[in-house]
């Protein structure tokens, strides 16, 4: 059985990366806001014909949308209860699992700042940094939930994959 302190310590590690991914996303923010002020009026810095700026936008918007059905799935299947699973291996699943949910939940608001620099669009920035702002805070750890699933999974000394 996994001990009370390894469950705590691991989920307050995995909280910490959580917590500087999401305080990353507020250094975007300073970015942008830098780059507006300081080259005013902003409007990208490579060169992207008219034409080609809404197809970029949708390519962007896919992405993001794309990163929550990645999520959806991974969480899924990582998630899973297995029977007879060592507490250290469901433990350490918990904390691989929210680690890439939240690298896939900021990959909407990295791709608002590439298409930031590439267009000078900062209201498709804000949007896509939202959605990762929303997807953060749905999946972000939560203790009761690590219990829930530490219990179910078994707790078997040698534990199996």
Known sequence: MQSVEDTRFVFRRTVVMGAAICASLLVYVGIVELMRA??????????????????????????????????????????????GEASR?????????????????????????????????SRDFYILLFVSLVLEFMYFPRRAPWDDLLSRGGGAPGGRL
């Open 89 to 121: 291996l469901t433990l350490m699943r918990l904390m691989r699992a929210s680690v890439l949910t939240f690298i896939l939940a900021e990959l909407p608001a990295l791709a608002g700042i590439v298409l930031f620099f590439a267009t000078g669009l």
């Open 38 to 83: 300081v080259m005013k009026p902003f409007h990208g810095i490579a060169v992207v014909p008219l034409g080609k700026v809404q197809t970029l936008r949708l390519l962007i918007y896919g992405l993001a949308v794309a990163s929550v059905i990645a999520i959806r799935l991974m969480r899924g299947r990582l998630l899973r209860v297995v029977p």
